[in-house]
């Protein structure tokens, strides 16, 4: 077979990869679309507006595969230790510029929300120890943030986070009850309502 005849479908194979790979980072975290679940529109999305426009609340939570993470102090946990709470799980790296740039705002939700009834957890997936991490929290001045890291960089894809940043909110058996892909303001006023929200229920 001559080359110009295997030219064609090496080339349509390529692009039907492509256009997966988009299909797959546009419904995000076990084939979901942008309306929730089946199409309808969750609890939660009502507070999706303003600088929470991208937030796409699911109608029925969705149980997450297990990850495993370090603490701060090197302490290997897992999202099980937070269930009781609603939690913002923020995936994120310090090679991530939007990461970098969001992540004073995330800071700033814990300091107004954080407590016994809701967390931010943002989880770096940079690879190696916790050097990296450290460092960018000091150079910022993230006071508030635990320190959270997987160091074998695998959480994002057992996760489905396609992206980075990507954010899950869990309810407070630890399910996936919304998610935003890219970059927010998450301490504007918009963000504070949607996590009121789901405190009070509206994601259950």
Same mark, same amino acid.
């Given at each position: 077979m001559t080359r110009s005849k295997l030219a064609l479908p090496l080339g349509a194979l390529v692009l039907a990869g492509l256009v997966a790979v988009g299909l797959i980072?546009?419904?995000?975290?076990?084939?979901?679309?942008?309306?929730?679940?089946?199409?309808?529109?969750?609890?939660?999305?009502?507070?999706?507006q303003g600088e929470m426009a991208k937030f796409v609340s699911f109608a029925e939570p969705e149980a997450l595969p297990a990850?495993?993470?370090?603490?701060?102090?090197?302490e290997e946990?897992?999202?099980?230790?937070?269930?009781?709470?609603?939690?913002?799980?923020?995936?994120? =790296?310090?090679?991530?510029?939007p990461c970098r740039h969001e992540m004073p705002a995330l800071d700033g939700l814990q300091v107004v929300l954080g407590g016994e009834d809701f967390e931010v957890v943002a989880l770096?997936?940079?690879?190696?120890?916790?050097?990296?991490?450290?460092?960018?929290?000091?150079e910022v001045g993230i006071e508030n943030l635990a320190l959270y890291q997987d160091t074998k960089a695998r959480a994002h894809v057992t996760l489905g986070a396609f992206g980075l940043?990507?954010?899950?909110?869990?309810?407070?058996?630890?399910?996936?009850?919304?998610?935003?892909?890219?970059?927010?303001e998450w301490a504007?006023?918009?963000?504070?309502?949607?996590?009121?929200? =789901?405190?009070?229920?509206?994601? =259950?």
């Open positions: 980072y546009a419904i995000g975290p076990f084939g979901r679309n942008a309306e929730g679940q089946n199409g309808a529109a969750g609890p939660l999305a009502p507070y999706a990850v495993s993470f370090l603490n701060g102090q090197g946990m897992s999202l099980d230790a937070f269930k009781g709470k609603v939690v913002l799980l923020n995936l994120w =790296a310090t090679w991530c510029a770096s997936v940079d690879a190696g120890d916790q050097s990296k991490p450290r460092v960018f929290y000091e940043p990507t954010t899950l909110l869990l309810d407070r058996e630890g399910r996936m009850i919304g998610k935003l892909v890219g970059p927010a504007s006023a918009e963000a504070q309502a949607l996590i009121k929200a =789901a405190l009070e229920g509206g994601g =259950a």
